[in-house]
């Protein structure tokens, strides 16, 4: 591993809790060069929630590459991106009563992000955003304003404004009625707090901790953006493809954002793809306003168009994930029930599960002998104080036991170590 | 092609000038569903300098996606991440005396920029850059600053702050001696503008309509630099990766930037990619300061390796670029010539030239020309009044030529049409 | 009045709700040019806490004026200087234990407001200020971004930032435990507002509407701040000079803030003057790093001298104040008792007194219909729905029974009117 | 002198250079409490361009002052405010054909330079204001963003933005064609500097360093704004009321700014006023939309309505100040003569000159030895290089010689000190 550390930048993260070097994937296996194999509870911090190297995504993939179809096409029309929008479309859009349009932002979530909050600033002239205290939107500098992590925010190097934030759900405990200070602050023209563009939430803060959403707090936070003529824009890069059940994460509030970014599942393989989705009315852009090299990457569209297909013409995947989502969090509530005198709780949604310690350093244990004993998870929340999971969705059902029992001991361990 | 119209946001933009649905690509060619061909002198604005779909790069990728390799990693230690720094390494620094270290800052130029602006603050301790006239950096909030399009600030919907503005060479068309506003700006403690913490410069602005920076300004302003104390970056995202000559573009000046952005063509075959290259002593990010999800998309790793081993052990391929640069820059001083009375001129370097029209109209007209004959050309310049070329540096002459004569026609058309 | 109109700028505000033309002015008392006389329940928007041209003050400035001493000195030393600085010292800061460093910086309250928030930052190293909502501090660019008003914050054309707005005492109706927001932001990494350099309230808020901060919660705040190493500064700009009793108007809270901003009747007689105090360890500014022409106007340093002698040797005046504060509030609950059905309510602190009513357009028509009655009193508030009373401190017992009664009766018709 | 020291805070500046306690002055002469005289070349940095306590100015303020005449009255009406005006249009304004609306914006200039931007931002709804190398606009945050001063700069805690800085007359030594880079900038949509709002200039810069514009520099200027739709403000603080010979210090130049900030000078006799002057049409401000407490100090509008009167209803003034800068101008050039081999210099316009040294040691040397005999002059410039020389413009010629000749032998023994 020499090379990595005499080349590559300290920047790198992952690699210091996991260090081995890993080879080959499949489904929610992950091998290192040793031939040691690991059950991927992180599958790519959720970009792969239809698991490594899936065996219909990856013959589409090989089959469009082998026959010299165009690959790099920036916005171009291609024959690829038409198959896209067309599924997209039909499968995903039209079924939910949503006409969104559609646009390629560049290859990443932070740039969803970046397009999105352009787009809800030129819609109304104004250049507030309100955002959610632990919330995560990416690294560049438009969404990194938005981002709560105070380590990533102090590495702007310059201020990061135009933006308030607001407490999330269960954030003040239920101290306090939900959004009366956002009541407050948009009502009262003292307030010093102008009128926000647009509100941007996640359904489900997962770098920030699996925090869950109630259905009736989006639903009022929706309410209250079309009164006051904010625009409401979820994030649903890592909690959308399916992550809690539905394709998109906030279906099961009977919500409909004005803008939603997508990312990390989307191409359904780990290849990097972004899509930005609003009101049709709110398509103002110029042609070229935002742009990017990575914006028309055609494998992508050719795995994300196969995902759509594969997965989410019917309900027997999103349902699967429900049972799935029944199985980890019986088996996270019997952990916690086993640990009942360490103060572990534990909180999700569908296969976004969070197993939460008083003392973060368990936390960080629990990782390490996770890993040791051939399993992947990492911790989140702002002390990485929770252990999160966010296995692919088809795991099947004793690999996800395995998993789960692997963590048990590690939990187990970790507190005795810690203790 | 209603799908896009019914579907796409507005924000599209190369698809209108191409009003066409392509389907497949090899080298320099580019085919359409009608079956009709096109050559292709825009390379996925400098993504694709080896051109489409590289044989030995396309069965590099099959390969190592048909073995169930990784795919999506993050920053976790991978086989193929290894095998692409140690190339990077071998082929590229050391044979060039730079001991860089390499960070994955995000799968586009835009994120390599990002990092490099955030890092330079951070190791400094100072908010200001210094950018360019006519730059171009890229579009989320931290590059979209540094750019200079005012079309493309505009969409920012918030102030683009903490810069300083600086003329290009030849901006000021020899009216000033090179720097002196420069100097004048940091020895004076009264100018009210401060130490910037870095400065960001492209070799050749691509994007700003090919304007070219003599070796000696550039020299120049990395002293410049130096003296102050300024980190010296060089956006290389277009210029790089050969398109000049050498691997980068500022090796003609004899200069060592302390950051460097690369991406575009460093995957070789139009994946997503990016790079930010710096001094190992800049290197004092905090483990995950600086993260994203699609850092790690080893497919890219592949191609990328590959195409260092096929391209840059040798002098070969430079050398193949430098000829044929004379034969196009040749070419386009005889179109130049051949107009004289219409006011055209030409400049570049290596395979990046543009021809540079009076009437900006004349100009649109080229490209749209040259579409219906067979030849993808895109304008560039604050009023995209510079038909661009960036061929796949691995053209064969023939099909240059054949390129060059349909531009050539395409010129005389247009200037009669917008007469 | 039609120079006025013809001249002045459509700026000018107050001049709108008394359109008269005021000559002289004595005591409590001013004369427009017609010869009819009011009431001033004003008093110069509490710059005038002594009375219009109080006869000990004047003949201290004659006397200072005809001699021929130095008026205007910028911050050299003169005889009048000192004489200020040995009486405040004397006067004010030793006898209530504080030893804070005194700047001169710049005439206006506002240019305190500026040096206060620039020092807390060169301090701390921080840009963050914590403002309250319906605060007021100031119009310049930096007191501006500290105001609640919408208007007036409309009006800076650029961006305010660098601020975190709390909610101020009773503004969210006690739904929420005091400082539960405050202390969640801070204590959790994850909040995305960094560290304060400085919180900055006033004890009472006069323009936001005479909202009154309980002490126990101004002392919590001031807890709070030193826990987290944050500056905690009081704007005593208008409630200072003895408007709630005693000089400080924290003085009653037991609270020593780290920084305090003094004006308006600083001086004692309407001349510009203001200061901005701050523990002796904080004095770390570079000679000159805030300067300005205006802060050594000599005349100013004489009748605030003068001031401190006349009224602060020793409790009798404050003690009037509390007096008097009792008869003006005793009234005041009448005259809501009379109009219960009418939902007016009254709240102040000392002779800072507020009448609250349902309807801005009946405030409105209250102070419409005492200016014909001979009372001058002006709203306040974010819909200017109270009638703020800032009579000066030394007003007659029976001067202040008349204008109550006007008041009264003022409210009445007011009423009727916009019923 | 030690209650200073204990009590006043370590930001106190020209106490330092001048450490003596003034007590009384007259015209052009300051006397300390030793009885020592010093001859005032300095005038209250242009404050007192009609010297200490003129009589006739000192009368009328007497008299209003003993008659209980109104003397701080915010914007309400007022007799003395209602003179003031009819006095500056019909002296002032109308015989220089200017209809300007008259803004009290507060009592110092640094509120008026704020009140010119907030206005020219919202009358263009642009937030960028250029302005020039070695500018003083003042303190405030909004004024400090356009000063040039980097250790004031320094002092602001946050970063300066919304501004765009251009070379001064002169700043670049002849060696670019005037105005080229900002015709370049406005004219080139690629420049990446948006259109400004407004341009704010000085005539001559006095705390810059005595640099002089030329009439046909400012002309070109005010013609660029012109054309491309940009407010021209011109900063007339210090240099206005008579310092270079007119009233306005633009009038040589034959323009006629859009905005202009008064202040200084105007009341007289140093009393704290300002005002901002614009074009009728620009007059959008909504009623308060910028206020303030001191905008209405009545003694300052009886001083300054009595000084119109007395200098400016016809020439006599200004050619008094032409006829004394041509004795002083001749007396500067023969010290710069005298020391031709130590490289000195001297600039200026009517009463505002500058001894220039190489060495701003000997700048300092000369300003420490003047006052030891006998002389208040200060230095100024960016490194405090320039001598500056301010005498009040009604000076006797005799004064004028005694203070050059105490300034031609301190130069000539700091000289020697320094060298």
């Not at 239920?174 to 926000?196: I, N």
């Amino acid at each position: 591993m020499s090379v990595f550390e005499e080349v590559e930048s300290q920047v790198r993260s992952y690699c210091r809790g996991w260090p081995t070097v890993f080879t080959t994937a499949k489904q929610s296996t992950v091998i290192d060069e040793s031939g040691k194999s690991y059950i991927d509870f992180f599958a790519g911090a959720g970009a792969l929630n239809y698991g490594h190297n899936h065996p219909v995504l990856k013959k589409a993939l090989l089959d469009y590459l082998a026959e010299d179809n165009i690959v790099h096409s920036l916005d171009m029309y291609t024959a690829a991106k038409r198959k896209f929008l067309s599924r997209f479309r039909d499968i995903i859009l039209t079924p939910r009563g949503l006409d969104y349009k559609v646009q390629f932002p560049g290859p990443a979530g932070t740039n969803a992000v970046e397009a999105a909050i352009k787009l809800a600033r030129k819609v109304t002239g104004r250049e507030l955003i309100a955002r959610f205290t632990n919330a995560f939107h990416g690294m560049t500098l438009g969404a990194l304003a938005l981002t709560g992590n105070a380590m990533k925010r102090g590495g702007a190097g310059v201020p990061l404004g135009h933006t308030v934030t607001l407490p999330y759900d269960h954030y003040l405990d239920g101290q306090m009625p939900d959004f009366l200070w956002m009541r407050r602050l948009l009502e009262d023209s003292g307030s010093g707090v102008g009128q926000p563009a647009a509100v941007i939430v996640e359904t489900v803060q997962g770098e920030g901790g699996i925090n869950v959403a109630r259905a009736e707090w989006l639903r009022a936070l929706a309410d209250l953006c079309r009164e006051n003529d904010i625009l409401f824009i979820v994030d649903d890069i890592q909690m959308g493809c399916g992550r809690t059940g539905p394709f998109f994460s906030f279906e099961a509030a009977g919500i409909k954002p004005d803008i939603v970014c997508l990312s990390k599942s989307l191409s359904g393989n780990g290849l990097p793809m972004a899509l930005t989705l609003f009101r049709p009315d709110l398509d103002i852009w110029e042609p070229g306003e935002h742009n990017g090299t990575f914006r028309g990457y055609n494998p992508a569209f050719v795995t994300a168009a196969t995902a759509l297909e594969e997965f989410w013409t019917d309900s027997t995947f999103s349902q699967g994930t429900s049972g799935k989502a029944g199985l980890v969090s019986d088996r996270l509530e019997q952990i916690v029930g086993e640990q009942a005198e360490h103060g572990l709780s534990t909180r999700g949604s569908g296969l976004a599960r969070g197993l939460v310690f008083e003392n973060p350093a368990t936390a960080a244990a629990t990782c390490a002998e996770a890993f040791n004993r051939g399993l992947l998870v990492e911790s989140a929340g702002p002390e990485d104080e929770v252990v999160k999971l966010l296995p692919p969705l088809n795991t099947p059902d004793e690999q996800l036991k395995d998993g789960l029992s692997i963590l048990s001991e590690s939990v187990r361990i970790a507190i005795k170590e810690t203790a």
